[in-house]
């Protein structure tokens, strides 16, 4: 057994931003009891996280989970700011669409073995975004340009950005939880992404 997470990402908050609206988050997540205002090493992307809230149960669809969760060994919520490549952990990419036109670019064949030609020019947009270069492809479909974090990845697969909620091994996050919290993004898209480690 992995562990499961989901993401909140903010994929449009600049790197200046970032560090104010984490708070901001941070801030209503514990005073809502959502999560614990402690931070302790219950995440597993950061050295510390906050644990699981009195009013957690409220906020994840705990149906079909352990009765006792959110129990003392629970995973907690970790925030990351700076400029990350957020991914769904397991497996390849699939495909990938222009936001302008919405076509979409396969990325794998039949036995979901990554295209070399096709993945080429997005394999460079994610490095480069992990290296602070933002790669800015034309749409082979319609030809604008496509900043790196508005391409749309199948499945969530990605998301480029420099702010992060992750929730680790919660159940899956309530639709009005995730648009709460969205809310204090001052308007900004969010990325849901979840996966397994
Ligand atoms: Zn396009």
């Given at each position: ?28 997540l ?11 090493p ?27 969760w ?128």
């Amino acid at each position: 057994m992995g562990d499961w997470f989901q993401t909140i990402v903010d994929v449009e908050a600049t790197s200046e931003e970032a560090e104010a609206l984490a708070a901001e988050v941070r801030e209503w997540l514990v005073g809502s009891g959502v999560a614990a205002p402690e931070r302790t090493p219950c995440v597993l992307d950061a050295e510390l996280g906050h644990p699981p809230g009195p009013r957690a149960a409220e906020v994840a669809d705990a149906s079909g989970w352990s009765p006792d969760w959110p129990g003392s060994w629970s995973g907690g919520v970790s925030v990351l700011t700076g400029r990350t490549v957020f991914d769904g952990g397991q497996g390849d990419p699939t495909a990938v669409s222009c936001p302008h036109c919405s076509a979409s670019v396969v990325l794998v064949d039949d036995c979901f073995e990554l295209l070399d030609a096709a993945w080429a020019p997005f394999r460079e947009v994610v490095h480069g975004w992990a290296e602070g270069r933002d790669v800015v492809l034309a749409c082979p479909s319609c030809a604008r340009p496509v900043a790196p974090a508005a391409w749309r990845w199948e499945d969530d697969y990605f998301a480029f950005g420099h702010l992060g909620f992750t929730f680790w091994n919660w159940p899956p996050l309530r639709p009005g939880f995730v648009s709460d919290l969205t809310a204090r993004l001052h308007g900004h898209r969010v990325v849901l992404l979840d996966g397994k480690l």
